[in-house]
């Protein structure tokens, strides 16, 4: 396999990795929010 | 009571319900809406009947789902009354009697709705200050919403009038008005006086206790969070310059209420962190990607340009089996790039495959949409196209195939050349001579000038001045292509007057002449010079010399099919019939079989029966060799040598040497 072709393969799996990232990102994010939310109208 | 038997046939069932700052407040049920409603005084201070109602009319025309809707304005016994709809529920401040809290969450809910009734209420024309935002005059409906009533003090329409203030709710500045009346116009009140007000109504329902001139901002932020206290400490602060400028900028303040607390911000900030991170990466990973296909871009034209170099040195060598697998290996590659398609154009010419040249450049290279067709290089794929035209005979396309490349930015002095060569076998001489004389001005070189008229020259038939022209040229140039062009157009004008050894004179000379990289056409020729002369001379010295060419051409791997079938040819006629074999098994294990194989071991065959004695002759193998040549010959293809070898065949049989 050629240096061109390994470079486009780390590329590609690294930009689905950081779109996976930035899903599961704002999910976790947005679960911390209402459980915050949440927690300061209970207060 | 006043006397409202006026009003009655519109109004039952009056009751007074309260006496509030502005004056008595009746519910009544109108008969017409057929809903119930409030009769509230108004305290008229001073004005003047049209006063209120142009008051009256401005409230009418206010709808806000937090605000009672006014519907009429009435005048009886000298006191006004507004009619306003009937708000259900409680006012906070009976709530706060009760002793009821509030959470934060609902505070804010609440504070939210109040604002944007005050934000509708400041953006009317002239902007109307309610002036009176206190629980009492806050109602909270069964809907769990908020309503502000109470508008008597809220008449502000020149800036300057003021009915009263409240204690504890009402801002420093509408104090200082209102206890200040007979100073009118020294200070005015805006719309950040209701602004106060709501932060101190929201600070007792948030503490259950009235602000007073200063508040407890520690209390509140025990009672509800640090950030809420810090919104009601900014709308309450005494110097109305650092409030909310509007009800809208409040609204949105505690609209953000919850991002201002430290737990929210380090989660918000977390998150900002992890998501710039990624979004990092993910340039990173896009710089990669781009890297990745440059490299893959320059890989690929590496490759290509190797396979092209490859092309070109087997191209020059002779190696055209290798040469076109180079080729399709090259368009395969990068089918848009020219260069691969001009050095097959240019092998297919070497190899005198003219027609094939042609449909080549017309098919592959003029209807392939990968092409850019406006590549100076197509130029110079059309000047072979017009050289295999010319090869051919065909002068006509030839010239068209000319005036295209042109079109395309074949400026070339030298294609100037060869289209004047082409004019003048043509027959359009003036203009061979126009179009040399314009190679001329592109800069033709005085050797290409001689070669041109030469050509013209050969053109007419005018041997000795083509002869002449081709000499000087081959003295002239240093380019070694030029003068193989010129030694070669010498020899077919003497072949063209039948002057054999003279061929061979000249091709024997540029042999001697030339560097070998330029000597196959020569090499070629010269050989078929050899045979023709011992053909017509029978000196078998002619057929040897055709001999030893034919191995150097081997040698140099520049032989072809024709090569060998010349050499198995020659050996025969040597009476080398071993070796002529051998040289067609040769053939036949580089080119594959063909009917001219077979003729040619037939003939061979019959050569080495007729050298035995009558009784030990056998012809079967001949007869074998003889099939097999007819299988595959097609008989559109007339070939002479194969109807001498039926007519053969037939004497063979007649002489019943077959059995």
């Known amino acids: 396999m050629s240096l061109g072709m390994i470079f486009v393969i780390i590329g590609i799996v690294g930009i689905l990795l950081s779109i996976l990232g930035l899903g599961i990102e704002s999910a976790l994010f947005r679960r911390r929010q209402r459980r915050l939310i949440k927690e300061m109208e209970d207060e | 009571m006043p006397d409202f038997s006026q009003i009655a046939s519109t109004y039952t069932g009056i ?147 003021l009915l009263g203030y409240t204690h504890g709710y009402s801002s420093p500045e509408q104090k200082r008005v209102a206890m200040s009346r007979e100073h009118k116009g020294v200070e005015t009140i805006d719309v950040k006086t209701d602004i106060y007000s709501v932060g101190a109504t929201f600070y007792h329902l948030a503490t259950g206790t009235k602000m007073g001139d200063a508040g407890d901002f520690a209390l509140l932020s025990q009672c509800t969070s640090e950030a809420f206290s810090r919104v009601i400490e900014k709308a309450t602060s005494k110097n109305k310059n650092t409030r909310y400028a509007s009800a809208l900028k409040m609204f949105a303040a505690l609209g953000n209420i919850r991002k201002q607390d430290q737990r929210y911000r380090h989660l918000t900030s977390q998150h900002h962190f992890i998501q710039t991170m990624l979004v990092l990466v993910m340039a990173v990973s896009i710089v990669v990607v781009g890297y990745g296909f440059h490299s893959l871009q320059l890989e690929r034209t590496q490759s290509y340009n190797l396979l092209v170099e490859s092309q070109m040195t087997n191209r020059e060598n002779g190696q055209y089996d290798a040469e076109n697998t180079n080729y399709l290996q090259a368009i395969a590659l990068k089918p848009e790039s020219i260069e691969a398609y001009y050095q097959h154009a240019c092998a297919l010419y070497e190899q005198e495959k003219y027609q094939e040249c042609i449909d080549f450049v017309n098919y592959d290279v003029n209807q392939n949409e990968k092409l850019d067709l406006t590549n100076p290089r197509v130029a110079d794929i059309g000047y072979i196209q017009a050289n295999s035209y010319f090869e051919l005979g065909d002068y006509e396309h030839a010239i068209t195939a000319y005036e295209k490349l042109f079109t395309i930015g074949g400026f070339y002095a030298s294609y100037y050349r060869d289209y004047a060569i082409t004019l003048a076998y043509a027959g359009n001489l003036e203009k061979a001579n126009d ?101 017509t001379t029978g000196q078998t010295s002619y057929y040897e010399e055709a001999v030893t060419l034919s191995e150097s051409l081997i040698s140099q791997k520049w032989a072809t099919r024709t090569t060998y079938n010349n050499l198995a040819i020659l050996h025969q006629k040597l009476g080398q019939l071993d070796e002529a074999e051998a040289s067609l098994e040769t053939m036949k294990d580089l080119y594959g079989e063909d009917y001219n194989l077979y003729k040619r071991y037939a003939f061979i065959e019959l050569d080495r029966q007729a050298l035995k004695e009558n009784l030990e002759r056998d012809y079967a193998q001949f007869a074998a060799y003889y099939e097999k040549a007819m299988a595959l010959y097609d008989g559109n293809n007339e070939d002479a040598e194969m109807a001498l070898l039926q007519t053969q065949y037939a004497q063979v049989q007649e002489g019943g040497w077959l059995s």
């Not at chain 2, 057929?34 to 409230?59: C, F, N, W, Y």
């Not at chain 2, 041109?452 to 240093?478: V, Y």
């Open chain 2, 15 to 161: 009751q007074k319900i309260g006496e509030g700052s502005g004056g008595i407040v009746y519910k009544a049920y109108h008969e017409r809406l057929k809903i119930p409603v409030v009769l509230k005084e108004v305290k008229h201070m001073g004005k003047t009947l049209a006063t209120s109602r142009q008051e009256v009319d401005i409230l009418k025309n206010l709808k806000h789902p937090y605000l009672p809707q006014v519907y009429d304005f009435l005048e009886l016994d000298g006191s006004i009354y507004t009619v306003m709809s009937f708000i259900p529920g409680k006012s906070f401040q009976t709530l706060l009697d009760e002793g009821q809290h509030f959470s934060q969450a609902e505070l804010i809910i609440w504070a939210r709705q109040l604002l944007s009734a005050l934000h509708y209420l400041h953006t009317q024309t002239p902007p109307i200050i309610h002036s009176d935002i206190k629980p009492a005059n806050l109602m909270l409906t069964p809907q769990g919403n908020i309503c502000l009533i109470d508008f008597n003090i809220s008449f502000f329409l020149d800036g300057k009038t």
């Open chain 2, 435 to 535: 179009v040399l004389a314009q190679a001329i001005d592109y800069g033709l070189t005085d050797d290409s000038v001689y070669f041109a008229k030469g050509e013209i020259s050969a053109s007419q038939n005018m041997r000795d001045d083509a002869l002449k022209n081709f000499e000087l040229c081959i003295e002239e140039t240093e380019d070694t292509d030029l003068k193989a062009r010129a030694y070669l157009m010498s020899a077919k004008l003497y072949e063209r007057f039948n002057e054999n050894a003279k061929i061979r004179e000249i091709l024997l000379e540029a042999k001697d002449v030339l560097p070998m990289s330029s000597q196959l056409m020569i090499l070629q020729k010269l050989i078929q010079a050899d045979i023709d002369l011992g053909d």
